[in-house]
């Protein structure tokens, strides 16, 4: 605000200064209202340009604003009151209530009314002026003071509003990232740590099982001892993986195994620890490489639906099929198990402990991917269709 105040005034000098100098006395007289004008064209230029760097000292120092309103005044004198020299006047007080509030805004608008007073009163003495002619351009800087006063008020008040909510929005968006961490942390533990001990679990009950037979197999007791030992050292390389994780810089991400072959290494290795067979079709040539955490949103969706085809569907195949259709990469994997019961939905599994669709759903959503759980073309089973966003290659 203060720089359009000062760009106003140099064009008014500009506009001014030629009325000034032709109406100045020769010599000294002519001297004078020439230095005024570089002065106050000079002064208004620097503030016009670096309000930033000067404005500070305009701010510490009232003084400077008062000298200027005297160089002002000689060439008011010298142009005369019906100039457009005399407007220009009007923009010190609205200065001074801009940077010293109220009362620098009283005390410029004081001077500058005794000076316009002075000036008509000496200038137009003979003329006999009506005295609302000689108040009214004293009226205005009264006017333009106090609208300067408001203006800061206003300015300061909304500076405290957008600082507030400023600090509002950050405590939200901290919360936000305090909420979506703790949803990541609960996704990462539901897709690892804990399903590698709920093996382990059923492993132990497995072998105690055994052992307390009147007859235990010992080649029975050593084969299951042997399923927990795996199951355990699995769960602790997948919480050390987990930890490497999570203190993994996002800008780290280092070369990877392509998704495809990472996407059959999984299917593999899950028939092989549950005996389900999974059939993989996922063409190399098709398939584009996928940026590390997109690769590993749908390594984990992949494996949860894996997963819970082995564990709640009673199914006898899983069917795991990955093309690439225009900018999309399409997944499906598709069980001919049991399917989901009637009326299943997100609250309900989120009420009743059962968090692995829920993780499904953010994954996906994190991804950017739309995802599509249920029964899908099939006859029975149940089928899980994610499509994903490829991104965009960088061009060379």
Same mark, same amino acid.
């Given at each position: 605000?203060?720089?359009?105040?000062?760009?106003?005034?140099?064009?008014?000098?500009?506009?001014?200064?030629?009325? *000034?100098?032709?109406? /100045?006395?020769?010599?000294?007289? #002519? =001297? @004078?209202?020439? %230095?005024?004008? !570089?002065?106050?064209?000079?002064?208004?230029?620097?503030?016009?340009?670096?309000?930033?760097?000067?404005?500070?000292?305009?701010?510490?120092?009232?003084?400077?604003?008062?000298?200027?309103?005297?160089?002002?005044?000689?060439?008011?004198?010298?142009?005369?009151?019906?100039?457009?020299?005399?407007?220009?006047?009007?923009?010190?007080?609205?200065?001074?209530?801009?940077?010293?509030?109220?009362?620098?805004?009283?005390?410029?608008?004081?001077?500058?009314?005794?000076?316009?007073?002075?000036?008509?009163?000496?200038?137009?003495?003979?003329?006999?002026?009506?005295?609302?002619?000689?108040?009214?351009?004293?009226?205005?800087?009264?006017?333009?003071?106090?609208?300067?006063?408001?203006?800061?008020?206003?300015?300061?008040?909304?500076? *405290?509003?957008?600082? /507030?909510?400023?600090?509002?929005? #950050? =405590? @939200?968006?901290? %919360?936000?990232? !305090?909420?979506?961490?703790?949803?990541?942390?609960?996704?990462?533990?539901?897709?690892?740590?804990?399903?590698?001990?709920?093996?382990?679990?059923?492993?132990?009950?497995?072998?105690?099982?055994?052992?307390?037979?009147?007859?235990?197999?010992?080649?029975?007791?050593?084969?299951?001892?042997?399923?927990?030992?795996?199951?355990?050292?699995?769960?602790?390389?997948?919480?050390?993986?987990?930890?490497?994780?999570?203190?993994?810089?996002?800008?780290?991400?280092?070369?990877?195994?392509?998704?495809?072959?990472?996407?059959?290494?999984?299917?593999?290795?899950?028939?092989?620890?549950?005996?389900?067979?999974?059939?993989?079709?996922?063409?190399?040539?098709?398939?584009?490489?996928?940026?590390?955490?997109?690769?590993?949103?749908?390594?984990?969706?992949?494996?949860?639906?894996?997963?819970?085809?082995? =564990?709640?569907?009673? %199914?006898?195949? !899983?069917?795991?099929?990955?093309?690439?259709?225009?900018?999309?990469?399409?997944?499906?994997?598709?069980?001919?198990?049991?399917?989901?019961?009637?009326?299943?939905?997100?609250?309900?599994?989120?009420?009743?402990?059962?968090?692995?669709?829920?993780?499904?759903?953010?994954?996906?959503?994190?991804?950017?991917?739309?995802?599509?759980?249920?029964?899908?073309?099939?006859?029975?089973?149940?089928?899980?269709?994610?499509?994903?966003?490829?991104?965009?290659?960088?061009?060379?």
């Amino acid at each position: 605000m203060c720089r359009q105040v000062f760009g106003f005034r140099l064009a008014m000098i500009v506009v001014s200064a030629p009325a *000034a100098l032709l109406n /100045a006395a020769p010599g000294l007289g #002519a =001297r @004078l209202v020439g %230095a005024a004008v !570089v002065v106050t064209f000079m002064v208004s230029y620097v503030l016009f340009r670096d309000w930033e760097r000067f404005g500070p000292l305009l701010l510490r120092h009232p003084s400077l604003l008062a000298a200027d309103t005297v160089f002002g005044s000689f060439l008011l004198v010298s142009a005369g009151p019906d100039t457009t020299l005399a407007y220009v006047s009007v923009c010190t007080p609205l200065l001074a209530g801009l940077v010293y509030s109220w009362r620098g805004a009283a005390c410029f608008a004081s001077l500058q009314s005794l000076i316009l007073l002075l000036v008509h009163a000496t200038l137009k003495a003979d003329r006999h002026a009506p005295m609302a002619e000689a108040l009214l351009l004293p009226g205005l800087c009264v006017i333009a003071g106090a609208m300067g006063s408001t203006l800061r008020n206003l300015m300061l008040r909304f500076g *405290a509003a957008t600082q /507030a909510l400023t600090t509002v929005q #950050a =405590r @939200l968006a901290a %919360a936000e990232a !305090v909420s979506a961490e703790r949803a990541r942390l609960a996704r990462e533990m539901h897709d690892s740590v804990a399903k590698t001990l709920y093996g382990v679990a059923l492993a132990a009950d497995g072998l105690a099982t055994t052992a307390s037979t009147a007859t235990p197999d010992p080649a029975r007791i050593r084969e299951q001892a042997e399923l927990v030992s795996r199951s355990a050292r699995r769960a602790a390389a997948e919480s050390r993986e987990l930890l490497t994780d999570l203190r993994r810089d996002q800008t780290e991400e280092t070369e990877q195994t392509p998704f495809w072959q990472e996407l059959a290494h999984r299917t593999a290795d899950f028939t092989r620890r549950t005996g389900l067979p999974v059939t993989c079709h996922c063409p190399p040539a098709a398939l584009p490489p996928l940026p590390a955490p997109l690769s590993r949103h749908v390594l984990s969706i992949t494996t949860e639906a894996l997963e819970n085809a082995h =564990r709640h569907a009673s %199914a006898t195949h !899983v069917d795991v099929r990955a093309a690439v259709d225009g900018h999309l990469l399409c997944l499906t994997i598709h069980d001919d198990g049991t399917g989901l019961p009637p009326g299943t939905t997100l609250e309900r599994l989120r009420d009743s402990g059962h968090f692995g669709l829920l993780g499904m759903v953010e994954r996906a959503a994190q991804a950017g991917a739309r995802i599509r759980i249920g029964r899908g073309a099939h006859e029975r089973g149940t089928e899980i269709r994610l499509d994903v966003p490829l991104p965009t290659p960088n061009p060379t």
